[in-house]
């Protein structure tokens, strides 16, 4: 944990470094998007790395690190290191960093096709053949979900670590989120597959919200079926999309296999219905 | 034969901060004049064309938001107008003034972004907007708020600000209520006013004196300041649909980096806010018109360092003309057009906050995507980012490594590379050799 010294005006301003791998930025750019707030945290911490806002880039090591993106090329397997060498307390900042993100749909394929449909060139390209969360290569103290993050989670987490307080993030589904908010169930009353049910909340049900489906951008749920740390009933819903809505098993797979695809009960679930097309 | 004695300068910049992308710069300097510029961009490769494959077009939009974090919306548009094309659908009336409008949303929020964010700071000897508020305390706080107008409108439409969640083929998931709408009003009458005060702001820095003669691309409709529609016009003779584009703009590979070199007619070119204004200004409001007068900026801006003057006007009139679109919505009966899949190939261009951004798809009967091809405006400018290296390094040689490689970064971020490359780095090694 952070300088924890009794008189808080006798410690030390935490620094934060903003580290990037293969990513789209919308995270960092949850980040600028404090607007207000991100002056405040320009006080309460010292912003000593954030290449994307800042040119004055101060070596480490640093309080805390947050890492947006996966891993995808031997170099950055190899940065990833030296980051968690520098970082005292290491969050990963959205789906790529967590779950390696919609680019891990590569995982399934053939790479170097892959390669052959996008360059000319394959062969000057370098990349890897796996998109992974930096928790494969890392160890990481506490995992931002969502595609992009939510920013009030970025700063409530940041906030209590630099109070001292064990942060606590929710991991139940979107469902108990959407009821708050009062909306009715598109799964239930307009048959639209929503993912809703396994997909963790924090987002603030926005998809149902907006008349349309939860497309599970903030990973899969923890604990409604057998306890905290315990995988969403992914099957069941899997088994209502085919059954009750009609989809077949090709349309299931892909249900599953999206922004938060390589996650392991996602991962599983899609795989069992590609076993069934 | 005259004997060779290779000088070699090497000037490192560990990153290039405030710019979305890698990228390493290579300067090759013979006798004191510039022999060759390589600026390499090492985005690693999340090929997303190759994985839209197999994946259902009503899928498609949600994917490619994902290339982008600051342009989401330019994707997700450029994408369903092609697909449209392939349908046969035509969205018209309030679902097209909707779209406009939350494009003009990202427009702002991206850049008030770069002007006051990333860009600014180089103009006033700062390293960043949060050291700049230091000093002007009232003129960061402006732009941040800037910003949140845009993301506002984006947040209402959208769902949310980054990877909005509403667009569809057809429409929308949902559409607002006329007094929802309004409800950002007196937001954005505070904006457009805040917008005024930009572009007088950045009128009033000091530039220095560079114009490359460049051929601009942007696109160009009858009536309006393009966002989704309008034939795809240069500087040069050129006037084609999104339909011909291929056929016209080729794409090269270079050894050195993993963006695309893209060429018209064979050589650079330029897409963004420069080339939209100077393509479309007639297109102006008269407010716009005016400040520009006001401060004697003349048109055609040829100096890619005025880019933030472009952006600071089209910041302007995207507010004004969202002002003018909630001014007359009305709710439609439908949040989107019922769509009759069939297959086809469908291409589309519109105009992302840094410059026409096409997509082609090809779907089969089931509306699954067979192919896909997109070429971004960062991949379209980075050739002509090299030239313009190329023309200004020259006057930079006589400085110490460390400034010469400040120039550079400074140069580099005119044209806001876009967001979705890795780590910025920015290794600039310049090679002196001379004959003696």
Redesign the interface.
């Known amino acids: 944990m952070l300088d924890q010294s009794k008189d808080v005006n006798e410690r030390r301003r935490p620094s934060l470094a903003v580290?990037?791998?293969?990513?789209?930025?919308?995270?960092?750019?949850?980040i600028?998007?404090l607007?207000?707030d991100?002056?405040a945290v320009?006080q309460a911490l010292d912003?000593a790395y954030?290449?994307?806002?800042?040119?004055?880039?101060k070596p480490g090591p640093y309080d805390i690190a947050l890492v947006e993106?996966s891993i995808?090329?031997a170099e950055?397997a190899h940065r990833i290191l030296s980051v968690r060498k520098q970082a005292n307390v290491l969050i990963t900042i959205g789906a790529c960093a967590t779950a390696g993100?919609?680019?891990a749909?590569?995982n399934w394929?053939d790479?170097e096709?892959?390669?052959r449909?996008?360059?000319?060139?394959p062969e000057?390209?370098q990349?890897l053949s796996t998109?992974t969360p930096i928790s494969e290569h890392v160890h990481v103290d506490f995992e931002l979900w969502g595609?992009?993050i939510d920013k009030g989670q970025l700063l409530r987490i940041v906030t209590d670590l630099v109070a001292g307080v064990q942060p606590r993030l929710p991991a139940d589904s979107v469902c108990l989120e959407c009821k708050r908010r009062g909306n009715v169930c598109v799964l239930v009353a307009r048959g639209i597959p929503c993912l809703g049910p396994v997909t963790r909340t924090g987002?603030g049900a926005?998809?149902p919200?907006?008349?349309?489906d939860c497309?599970g951008?903030f990973g899969p749920s923890e604990g409604a079926r057998k306890g905290p740390g315990l995988p969403p009933n992914t099957a069941s819903l899997a088994k209502h999309f085919h059954g009750e809505l009609q989809l077949i098993p090709v349309?299931v797979m892909?249900r599953f296999r999206?922004?938060n695809g390589y996650v392991l009960p996602f991962r599983a679930e899609s795989d069992l219905w590609e076993s069934k097309t | 034969m005259p004997e060779k004695t290779a000088q070699t300068r090497t000037i490192a910049v560990?990153?290039?901060?405030?710019v979305?992308g890698e990228g390493a710069l290579r300067v090759t300097v013979k006798d004191e004049t510039v022999q060759d510029v390589e600026l390499r961009i090492f985005e690693?490769?999340?090929?997303?064309?190759?994985?839209l494959?197999g994946?259902?077009y009503e899928?498609v939009p949600?994917?490619v938001a994902?290339?982008?974090?600051?342009c989401?919306i330019a994707y997700q548009m450029s994408a369903v107008h092609a697909l449209e094309q392939i349908f046969g659908l035509r969205v018209e009336g309030a679902l097209r003034d909707l779209r406009r409008l939350i494009y003009c949303g990202e427009w702002i929020e991206s850049h008030a972004?770069h002007v006051y964010?990333l860009q600014a700071?180089d103009f006033l000897g700062y390293?960043?907007?949060?050291?700049m508020?230091k000093d002007h305390a009232a003129v960061?706080?402006r732009g941040?708020?800037l910003?949140?107008a845009g993301?506002a409108i984006m947040t209402l439409l959208?769902?949310?600000?980054?990877?909005p969640?509403?667009v569809?083929v057809g429409g929308f998931?949902?559409v607002p209520l006329r007094r929802e709408l309004e409800g950002l009003k007196d937001e954005l009458l505070w904006a457009r006013d805040a917008a005024v005060d930009t572009v007088r702001w950045v009128a009033d820095f000091e530039y220095p004196d560079f114009a490359p003669d460049y051929n601009y691309v942007a696109l160009r409709h009858p009536d309006e300041y393009p966002l989704n529609e309008g034939q795809i016009v240069a500087s040069t003779v050129l006037q084609i649909s999104a339909t011909e584009f291929e056929q016209h703009f080729v794409?090269?590979?270079v050894?050195y980096s993993?963006a695309?070199h893209c060429t018209v007619q064979g050589s650079p070119y330029l897409v963004g806010p420069l080339a939209r204004l100077n393509l479309n200004h007639d297109h102006l409001t008269p407010l716009a018109k005016q400040v520009l007068t006001d401060r004697r900026i003349a048109l055609p801006l040829r100096n890619p360092f005025h880019g933030i003057i472009a952006r600071s006007v089209e910041i302007l009139y995207a507010l004004e003309e969202s002002l003018r679109l909630i001014e007359r919505y009305e709710t439609p009966p439908l949040?989107a057009l019922p769509v009759a899949v069939r297959s086809g190939t469908g291409m589309a261009c519109t105009e992302a906050p840094r410059g026409i951004l096409y997509h082609r798809y090809e779907v089969d009967g089931d509306g699954v995507v067979r192919d896909a091809k997109i070429v971004p405006p960062t991949s379209q400018n980075q050739f002509r980012i090299e030239q313009d290296l190329r023309l200004f390094m020259p006057r930079l040689l006589h400085l110490p490594d460390k400034e010469a490689a400040l120039a550079c970064?400074r140069v580099i971020r005119c044209y806001d590379p876009c967001?979705?490359c890795?780590?910025?780095f920015l290794n600039l090694d310049i090679r002196r050799e001379s004959s003696t």
Do not use: W
């Open positions: 580290f990037k791998f293969a990513s789209c930025d919308g995270c960092q750019l949850s600028l998007n607007e207000e991100l002056l320009g912003i954030f290449p994307e806002a800042s040119s004055d880039m993106g995808t090329t950055d993100g919609i680019q749909l590569r394929a790479v096709a892959f390669k449909t996008v360059y000319p060139s000057y390209i990349s998109s595609c992009p987002c926005i998809c919200s907006m008349g349309r497309y951008c349309e892909r999206g922004i | 560990d990153m290039v901060a405030r979305e690693p490769p999340r090929f997303f064309e190759a994985f494959r994946r259902h899928e949600d994917i994902r290339i982008c974090g600051i989401p972004l964010l700071p390293d960043s907007a949060i050291a508020a960061v706080p941040l708020r910003k949140k993301n959208g769902g949310r600000s980054v990877h969640v509403s569809k998931s949902r794409e090269h590979q050894a993993n695309l949040a970064e967001i979705s890795a780590t910025h």
